[in-house]
């Protein structure tokens, strides 16, 4: 090699020469080039380098102003961790569903999930310590007058199972199963909810919200209730409307032009994490502009000790002056809710996503809510008779649950296809440093949450409507699409692990 006239060593290469080189290499290259020689080697493992293919890798925006993740030390330990540490290899491919696949949720434990689907199936699936799943059980929910299963939810023991459902074009119901000796399933409730997707989350052990639609003197509204699933009671499955395990209306909230035609897919935090709450005052349900009507009620005490321990927001999908979701509700509870059904105007908070909102998830640290808009053109008009146009990119937005404000943060990749009302909801999970969505492009994405990049996409062939981490594991995750398919994704490391594992106990098989 000549420089000026002399001959110069690939050794005397300057190291901005070097580093544009080897900022062009893949892996295997990296691997090679460090063992020509020392400078090379030394050079190989240096923070500038790796900080380079860590964004060519990842395509990382706003490279300029870009920082480590704190606790992280270096580039390569960073390239590694989304490298080898992510869900990306697809182990296993379960087929036993025979319509699209809408949702996936593990189990605390993280020892089991659950899928439900629009063959009317909801199965639970055990997953072995070599993370190899297997078939527990499977119910078809049209013995129940059920179209299809849509989600499910295990609650805090692992103890209860509730699942949701399609009834019809509009009706929806909850039911709750037990769970005895860890493996055997059986139904205790069933309750009425509209519209269908509503879904329910859990307030206690036993306790879970469900929501319906009631028209009375003060017009029509959206009811939200406290049930109880009591694992000692008599099932109750033939009167869901009429139930009573519905214990206590905690919420109304009358309709019109101003505010919901709907309420869905209410979600149930604790704001008490927060310490003194500036964000949600409780005087809103008491103050004469919100507050229309109050009826007394008998209280249940369990429900009135729940609301006096915790402080519970709900959290719910909401519309106004158009028919899709675009804004989030939240309403604060307080124990008097279960002595008053108040008629309230209008929630507490709302805040305004300008687009169609397809999918929410709270953190596990009930820290911030992640939602999925596909956003409205710019100044759009709304209507009631037909809804916006919505974009085919997806973006996932972050709402701070202290302060109640969006946060600039935005994961976005993941696109949609259908029109608003066609619209799929896809579902999001997180574990500590990732989140995930499905998306209509057919592949899931799991983005890291600091750096906000897409470190892996998990394809199928058809719309992928969910994927979650296992909270056992989170180098371990499970997908659902509508090809009918559900997908077992494990990290490369967690693979090359359960790959040692696997030929050891062959080995010991053969000579022992």
Not at 257 to 281: E, V
Not at 485 to 500: F, G, M, Y
């Amino acid at each position: 090699m000549s420089l000026h006239g002399h001959l110069v060593g690939w050794q005397y290469l300057p190291e901005l020469v070097l580093l544009k080189i080897f900022s062009q290499c893949d892996l295997s290259d990296i691997s090679a080039v460090a063992q020509v020689c020392a400078r090379w080697n030394q050079f190989a493992q240096s923070n500038s380098l790796w900080r380079n293919l860590f964004l060519r890798r990842f395509r990382v925006k706003g490279a300029a102003n870009l920082r480590l993740r704190p606790g992280s030390s270096n580039w390569r330990e960073e390239f590694r961790r989304l490298y080898c540490k992510v869900p990306i290899v697809c182990t296993d491919t379960l087929t036993f569903h025979t319509d699209e696949v809408l949702h996936v949720a593990f189990s605390h434990k993280g020892d089991k999930f659950s899928t439900c689907s629009k063959d009317a199936n909801f199965v639970v699936w055990r997953v072995s310590d070599s993370y190899q799943p297997s078939m527990e059980f499977r119910v078809n929910m049209r013995r129940f007058g059920w179209l299809y299963t849509w989600s499910s939810k295990f609650n805090s023991t692992d103890s209860l199972l509730l699942v949701s459902g399609v009834c019809s074009e509009f009706n929806g119901e909850i039911a709750v199963y037990r769970i005895v000796n860890g493996n055997k399933y059986e139904i205790l409730v069933k309750v009425a909810s509209n519209p269908y997707d509503v879904m329910g989350d859990w307030v206690s052990e036993c306790h879970f919200l469900t929501g319906r639609i009631q028209s009375d003197m003060y017009g029509n509204s959206g009811v939200i209730s406290i049930c109880k699933a009591d694992p000692s009671m008599t099932p109750d499955i033939f009167q869901p409307v009429e139930t009573p395990a519905v214990k206590n209306v905690v919420l109304t909230l009358l309709f019109d032009n101003h505010n919901a035609f709907f309420l869905r897919h209410i979600l149930a935090t604790d704001r008490s994490i927060f310490g003194p709450d500036a964000s949600i005052q409780n005087s809103s349900r008491h103050s004469i502009e919100n507050c229309a009507a109050r009826l007394s009620q008998v209280p249940d005490q369990e429900c009135r000790d729940i609301l006096d321990e915790k402080e519970i927001c709900i959290i719910f999908l909401t519309n106004s002056e158009t028919l899709a979701p675009h804004k989030l509700g939240f309403c604060k509870l307080g124990p008097d809710n279960t002595d008053y059904i108040y008629y309230m105007r209008h929630p507490d908070k709302v805040i305004e996503m300008n687009g169609h909102i397809i999918g929410m998830d709270v953190s596990k640290d009930s820290r911030y809510l992640y939602v999925n808009v596909r956003s409205w053109p710019e100044n759009c008009v709304l209507s009631y008779d037909t809804s916006p146009v919505i974009a085919q990119q997806i973006e996932m937005r972050v709402v701070d649950l202290k302060t109640l404000t969006l946060l600039d943060k935005v994961y976005s990749g993941h696109k949609g296809f259908t029109s608003s009302f066609d619209a799929f909801y896809i579902y999001i999970d997180q574990a500590d440093d990732y989140v995930c969505s499905g998306s209509e492009d057919m592949a899931a994405r799991i983005w890291d949450k600091y750096y906000g990049c897409v470190a892996a996409e998990l394809k199928h062939t058809r719309c992928v409507s969910a994927c979650a981490f296992s909270p056992r594991n989170h180098e371990f995750a499970v997908t659902v699409s509508d090809d009918f398919t559900i997908k077992v994704w494990k990290s490369r490391d967690l693979n090359r692990e359960c790959e040692k594992l696997e030929k050891s106990v062959k080995k010991r098989g053969w000579f022992g």
